[in-house]
């Protein structure tokens, strides 16, 4: 079986920037606007949910003899050393360099699988990030060249409630606890942009006006992004009870190169 890392060309000792950033060459590689295959493209997308979590190169975790450990947690080389003359601490009994090297691989990803998910227990027992129903007010930010209007505008949505728009452009829908931003829209029968819905890329971005999402820790948005109130709805979960949100802000400066080709099965709008 293909391991996580092989699907995603990259070292199982990788940090967590070089596997987002293999992550992304790849995900572009296998989307069928490019060359690829559906088939191809989830795969891409289980390696990465798989390396995120903590997954080995076979799906399982490494017991502690395939690290050259004890049950007590000392490592075979280091006993091996005691009892053997001359046996350096660097390699356990019939472990080549090798396979020591693949097995440090493999706990530095488990690791970071151990690392987010002490930071998701963090997130679910912060008081500010419990689940609730959050009302959301929308508004498509393509609309704003229409009617001269700038995304900083402090009337910006007063105005748009004003401007007879249509639904699909601008309203209100409710998020459910638990749900996210772009799981919301689409129950609303409104098909919002995006394309890996993985926090991979900025296709689904919105911009926050008021309110504020919760998102996993790993995502490609840069900080700078994140300080002008730039999200991803595909993971982004509401905290708050009312959001202001401008949508479909891919083509905003500074996010082009973050966005990947749309799914050709995907539409602009819910009733293309």
């Known amino acids: 079986m293909e391991s996580p890392f092989e699907v995603l060309s990259v070292d199982p000792d990788a940090d967590d920037e070089a596997v987002e950033q293999a992550y992304r060459e790849r995900v572009k590689e296998a989307h069928p606007d490019q060359g690829g295959s559906v088939e191809e493209f989830r795969a891409v997308r289980r390696a990465y949910e798989r390396i995120e979590a903590g997954d080995q190169e076979n799906g399982a975790e490494v017991e502690p003899s395939a690290r050259g450990e004890t049950a007590s947690g000392a490592t075979g080389a280091s006993k091996s050393a005691d009892a053997t003359p001359g046996r350096t601490n660097d390699t356990a009994p019939g472990q080549n360099e090798s396979g020591t090297a693949r097995a440090g691989a493999h706990e530095r990803a488990q690791n970071r699988g151990r690392a987010r998910n002490r930071e998701r227990e963090r997130e679910q027992s912060d008081p500010a990030s419990q689940r609730i129903t959050s009302e959301v007010t929308y508004l498509d930010y393509d609309v704003l060249a229409d009617f001269g209007w700038e995304a900083d505008d402090e009337d910006l949505f007063e105005k748009a409630a004003s401007a007879d728009l249509d639904q699909e452009d601008y309203g209100r829908f409710e998020v459910q606890p638990g749900e996210s931003l772009l799981e919301a829209a689409e129950d609303y029968g409104f098909a919002w942009p995006f394309a890996c819905r993985g926090g991979a890329c900025a296709n689904c971005a919105i911009k926050l006006v008021d ?62």
Request: charged content about 25%; overall charge negative; proline content about 11%.
């Open 211 to 272: 309110g504020e999402l919760s998102m996993p820790a790993s995502h490609v948005l840069p900080d700078g992004l994140m300080a002008e109130g730039i999200r991803l709805s595909c993971n982004g979960i509401p905290i708050t009870r009312e959001l202001k949100v401008l949508f479909n802000v891919k083509h905003m400066p500074d996010l082009e190169e973050l966005l990947l080709p749309p799914d050709p099965f995907e539409h602009r709008y819910a009733d293309d």
